[in-house]
């Protein structure tokens, strides 16, 4: 069976401080980004700030252009589409954003964001829509008397429930989680974690779930693709690629996740205090040759000219670009 | 599916519009007046005594008496009948000119801020133009070309309106268009149109509600001022403004004359504008609080002489014994944000206070820092730094030991750092406040301290702004101003809250290296256990407002005695795939004036019993849970 979504050698492009003369500055948030969704499954995005993680999902949505590549959701290319995604493209694919309070409408209630997505898809009576409110509210775990609630009598982790209720009110495919549980504390964390994880059992969900912290993005994905400076630089199933990380990116990322076991901790801190202490180049400005490579204690020669490819690794099912990769396998075993 | 969350009912903290605008009088009084001229202006056939155009040559002239209450004018005729029909004049003109302002320029506005592009581009240069030509003069070419007649005149001044109007629209909407409510609008497939009504339009009615209200007030005036001048009204309306004009010719007759028609313009617009002005400060965000909320309580703090309930580590640098912070509670009434807090920091050690976000741990920040929200203070406690206390010091004192002995940094760098002055410039001027050293002496200070956070090529990054700093670096830069005056105590809020992971790791290294360089202590507040298993020695956890468990970082995480400390731990994704369900902790953190009666954390707890319900718990022996000495947490990870 083909995949839900294919995302194929995806560019994305900024441009910036357009000035009267036309003369701008563009950014190159995505480059070259290939990467597949099966349908039930979750494919877990991570990279840090300015990675570009966000610019996929919003690309997926059609709220950012295409400049290179195509995404094909279900056998369509949407790229095809125009401007205007058409409305059954809509019904297939939604999102959760990071900040539940600014992705609800602060002057609607609860019952009308949610009824307004529902009668926009569907033809519904009245009644039939009242009850498709409820029934979507209890989904998500929420009463049926908080229809009539106002976003900021909510608190974030019940804000973060209706935004999952809205996605899910018009029965979508996909759902696009942009890091949906990075501003909520770690109790309603895993709340919402597990409930977007009941709910892709509920209904065959796919998600593409993003997110800074690997940790919970190894929790809840069967896929990861690690990204850095607009590039993937590795990806595989989660398991093995956070047990055994191939790419010295993802090794770091990993030895510079926090976990609350002061011993595991402890072995986290001593990875991470051999890496180099540099900052990330500014993505306007990325080095020559692979991305990673002034951040890198593998880097040699050639990683500062030659771009590495991304190609499959000897284990299974996973993909890295990295030059070295032999070495720093083998420097791990 | 998941379990309906059952969690109480909280009061409606937002009150509605028009109990805000109750508790001020002057708005009201403005609306009442307002609501009178409408009124007047609706049923002026009808309550005017006298026909106000028919003349009346025996009485005129006349100063008010019985018959002509306000008196009468140059051709006799009635005064009050000539003021209720110009009120008719004034609203009517009002309301069209801001009415064709605010539906042309509301609806030209909201289309070219959320379409952007060439539309917006032409638009704006068309309003720019438009905005240089004065209303007056506009409405005097337009009667030349259209003809006089008040319609007119008042059809050009809202043409003018029309042009503010879309400037206020299209300001607002560029902001409002980049909520994630917008996006997801769109992803939904909502049409624009719809988007634009029924999303954005709602949510920037208030600055437009505030503009339409002073803009009245202006259309007013100018209506006046166009009869004044005699190009607005023809001769069979009337027009305050008309009014004081014949006032004007027979001042010297009738002095009274001009007294009722510019009674009656200065009240109507004096009461649009105050009525925008308070309309601005109750519906923006940056208006005053309600008032009864602004005092300050200068209830002078006495730290109260019980013996703490911790033991006191005399070698404590710091030694916070029973705090207690309270605050009213909407509905009167005080709140306790803080009860019976005792923590202590000791010399060169790491103290982690971690809590999820409303269980106190910023509060009791600043109240260490003596940097409490106004209505907030403290009932009773004390706090100690190297056995002097804080509480009760004078704002002077105070000055001093923040900055001196207590260092501070924030979770958002940037928002701690002023943008319009160079870092070296920030840190200096932070070195000279307590050190009194010359202006090179403090950059050379400045650049050392620089080069301790490890700013690579310091003295070069003294001359530069904190935009040109990365979240990191900036978080660095602010570490470097907190440790200006080599404090004993650094406070830490959320320091790497706001930064990447690997940055994260990076501030953290060196927040434990200084400690260890300077011999400093560290009080380090975070939400993150992570963090405070990599950093820190000791962890004090709160909840409610309380600290519920204390000890070791190494034994209270792998040995948790609190069900609350446990279930924060057995919450965190450790690696495990999506075929294991994360635990969680079943509904939220009440706010501070619902705090359950009993043990706080007991409607949360997986473990409590109905004795739970009835007493309060206390910290006994590191940890406040009666129950401590027979669960055994560790086993239920």
Sequence with gaps: ?333 | MAATITEDDESRAHTRLWQRLAQRPLALACIGYLLLLLAVAIAAPYIAPYDPLHPDIKSRLQGPGAAHWFGTDDLGRDTLSRLIFGARTAVLASLESVTFGVVVGVSIGLIVGYLGGWFDRIAMRVADVMQSIPAVLLALALIGVLGKGLANAMLAVGVIFSVSFLRITRAVVLAEKEQLYVDAARVLGLRTLSILLRQILPNIAAPLIVQASIALGTALLIEAMLSFLGVGIDSTQVSWGAMLETARQFQTQQPLLPIFPGLAITLSVLAFNLLGDTLRDVLLPTGATAPGNTERHVVPPQPVSTPPSSRTDTDALLQVSNLTVTAPRPGGGMAELLSDVSVHVMRGETLGLVGESGCGKSMTASAIMGLLPPAVHIAGGSIRLAGTELIGLSDDALRHVRGRRIGMVFQEPMAALSPVHTVGRQISDAVRAHTGLGRKQALARAAELLALVGVPDPHRRLQDYPHQFSGGMAQRVVIAGALACEPELLIADEPTTALDVTIQAQVLDLLMDLRQRLSMSVLLITHDLGVVADACDRVAVMYGGEVVETGSVRATFSRPRHPYTAALLAAMPRGEGIGTALATIPGRVPPAWAWPQGCRFHPRCAHATPSCRQAPSVLQDGVRCRRAGELNLAEAR
């Design chain 1, 1 to 333: 069976m083909t995949p839900l979504l294919t995302v194929e050698n995806l560019s994305v492009d900024y441009h910036l401080k357009r000035s009267l003369l036309g003369r701008g500055v563009t950014l190159s948030a995505v480059r070259d980004v290939s990467f597949t969704i099966e349908r039930g499954r979750t494919f877990g995005l991570v990279g840090e700030s300015g990675s570009g993680k966000s610019t996929i999902g919003r690309t997926i949505l059609g709220l950012a252009a295409i400049a290179g590549g195509r995404v094909v959701f279900d056998g369509t290319d949407i790229g095809a589409f125009g401007a205007q995604l058409p409305l059954s493209f809509r019904r297939e694919v939604q999102v959760v954003f990071q900040d539940p309070l600014s992705s609800l409408n602060p002057r609607q209630t609860i019952g009308t964001t949610i009824g307004q997505a529902i009668s926009r898809h569907r033809d519904v009576s009245r009644h039939e829509r009242q009850r498709d409110i409820v029934t979507v509210l209890d989904s998500v775990g929420l009463a049926s008397y908080q229809a009539e609630r106002y976003p900021y009598e909510l608190s974030g982790g019940q804000r973060q429930r209706v935004a999952i209720a809205r996605a899910l009110a018009v029965r979508p495919r996909l759902i696009i989680c942009d890091e949906p549980v990075s501003a909520l504390d770690v109790s309603t964390q895993s709340q919402v974690i597990n409930l977007l994880v009941d709910l892709q059992h509920a209904f065959g969900l796919s998600y593409l779930f993003i997110a800074h912290n690997l940790d919970v993005v190894r929790h809840i994905s069967h896929t990861i693709g690690v990204l850095y400076l607009g590039r993937l630089v590795e990806t595989g199933p989660a398991a093995s690629v956070y047990g055994a990380p191939a790419h010295p990116y993802t090794q770091m990322l990993l030895a510079s996740t926090l976990v609350a076991d002061p011993q595991a901790q402890a072995a986290r801190s001593r990875a991470r205090r051999r890496q180099p202490r540099t900052e990330p180049p500014s993505p306007l400005n990325p080095p020559p040759g692979c991305p990673f490579n002034t951040r890198c204690a593998w880097a040699a020669d050639v990683c500062r000219t030659r771009m590495p490819a991304f190609e499959a690794t000897a284990s299974q099912g996973r993909h890295a670009a990295c030059h070295r990769i032999e070495d720093v396998r083998t420097a791990a075993s």
